[in-house]
């Protein structure tokens, strides 16, 4: 679950205990039956623009004007990993269900697929900023689809290649947006 409330970024991770909020530089981690915050993660030189759960529950990512990704331990509160490699802010990252591999979107128009246990950039792919910048990223277990911010244009990648395979043109803004094997749903 990720959601963004007052311009703020938030996610629920998957084992429902814990929330990660976003304030300016900081992500706080709370327990959710108590509301008390367990940890504020630090280490962001400039504003947060984004928080995404790891699937397996116990890491969040974060993404950064300042260019760079984090990779957080829920149960510590230490950052395990920085990734850098965007020449301009960090739109938005989403983690592949394996959790050991990320797909990162930034200013810089780059889609940067990353290897989560070295830090290495696997793949930088420029596109075009066609009507709408391309902000947000759907996986599912072997395609990527990215929607742009007018959400008129859906772009399919092959997550384990970095291959486009297509862009989709809608003619209004889609109510559900599903990403499965080598499948795609829209509901507009």
Known sequence: YQRRVRGRSATLLPNGNKIVTVKSRDAHVWEVNTNHKLFTLKGHHDSITHVA???????????SKDRTIKIWDTTTGKCTLTLKGHQKP????????????????????TLRFWDLETGYCL???????????????YLGVTTAAQVSDDWRHVTLWDSETGIELSTIRLKRKPLLIYVGEQKILIAC
Do not use: C, H, W
């Open 53 to 63: 759960a790891f699937p397996q529950g116990n890491k969040v990512a974060t993404t």
């Open 123 to 137: 793949e930088s792919l420029r596109y075009s900023n066609e009507p709408g910048e391309l902000v947000t990223l």
């Open 90 to 109: 960090v739109r938005t990252i989403s983690i592949f269900m394996q959790g050991n591999r990320a797909v990162s979107n930034g200013d810089d128009s």
